[in-house]
């Protein structure tokens, strides 16, 4: 049975990805904030396990990380992320560029030691700097950060077989997307976990869309 990790699955995206692996089969680990919280799984059972984590605390990152030395994961899935803050800039800088990749780095191994050994750090169109002199907005501006941070670790990585992608789940409709965004977190989500299933070692570093195709910088 393979193992996803999914950080941040409390609503939206990350519950989706929760929910289509369940029903997939997988045994399926997700992170959220409050320990004692329960998904709102609807008709869905599985091999579900649940562990607390608020991504702007390292130890709490040590913590779950030390959970996995014994337990290969062989899909990380890095969704937690905010597009405001009380804590300012800041703070979703924080959570939106620096959290992402010193979980990834503290589970490298655990995913290195699983059969499929894939990484997925969700990014957003609204980070690629496209040769653009504007400046970005504070979350554009976390985003693009992530983006080049993980840019300058795909050689390392490569060198333990990993497949990493920065992702851009689409315009989807979500506390953070808005009730205007065209696409649907069901159908976002599907199209990913399509992407994830077919993720070549020739894909490594790549900045992919929810449909797979290339996006720039």
């Given at each position: 049975?393979?193992?996803?990790?999914?950080?941040?699955?409390?609503?939206g995206?990350?519950?989706?990805?929760?929910?289509?692996?369940?029903?997939?089969?997988w045994?399926?680990?997700?992170?959220?904030?409050?320990?004692?919280?329960?998904?709102?799984?609807?008709?869905?059972?599985?091999?579900?396990?649940?562990?607390?984590?608020?991504?702007?605390?390292?130890?709490?990152?040590?913590?779950?990380?030390?959970?996995?030395?014994?337990?290969?994961?062989?899909?990380?899935?890095?969704?937690?992320?905010v597009?405001?803050?009380?804590?300012?800039?800041?703070?979703?800088?924080?959570?939106?560029?620096?959290a992402?990749?010193?979980?990834?780095?503290?589970?490298?191994?655990?995913?290195?030691?699983?059969?499929?050994?894939?990484?997925?750090?969700?990014?957003?169109?609204?980070?690629?700097?496209?040769?653009?002199?504007?400046?970005?907005?504070?979350?554009?501006?976390?985003?693009?950060?992530?983006?080049?941070?993980?840019?300058?670790?795909?050689?390392?990585?490569?060198?333990?077989?990993?497949?990493?992608?920065?992702?851009?789940?689409?315009?989807?409709?979500?506390?953070?997307?808005?009730?205007?965004?065209?696409?649907?977190?069901?159908?976002?989500?599907?199209?990913?976990?399509?992407?994830?299933?077919?993720?070549?070692?020739?894909?490594?570093?790549?900045f992919?869309?929810?449909?797979?195709?290339?996006?720039?910088?």
């Amino acid at each position: 049975m393979p193992t996803v990790l999914i950080i941040g699955a409390s609503r939206g995206i990350g519950l989706e990805f929760v929910r289509q692996y369940l029903i997939e089969g997988w045994e399926v680990h997700a992170t959220l904030r409050t320990p004692d919280s329960h998904l709102p799984l609807k008709g869905v059972s599985g091999n579900l396990h649940l562990h607390r984590l608020d991504v702007r605390y390292s130890d709490q990152i040590r913590n779950l990380a030390n959970t996995f030395l014994n337990h290969p994961i062989d899909v990380l899935i890095h969704n937690a992320g905010v597009s405001k803050s009380s804590g300012g800039a800041k703070e979703i800088m924080k959570i939106n560029s620096e959290a992402p990749i010193e979980l990834a780095t503290a589970l490298l191994d655990a995913v290195a030691q699983s059969a499929q050994k894939k990484i997925v750090l969700m990014t957003s169109q609204m980070g690629a700097r496209g040769g653009s002199t504007a400046k970005l907005d504070p979350y554009g501006e976390s985003k693009a950060q992530l983006n080049d941070h993980f840019r300058s670790l795909v050689s390392a990585w490569s060198e333990k077989k990993i497949r990493a992608i920065v992702m851009h789940p689409g315009w989807v409709r979500t506390d953070m997307g808005g009730p205007s965004a065209p696409l649907s977190v069901e159908e976002s989500v599907r199209g990913m976990m399509d992407v994830i299933r077919n993720l070549s070692l020739q894909q490594h570093g790549s900045f992919l869309t929810w449909r797979g195709d290339t996006h720039p910088w």
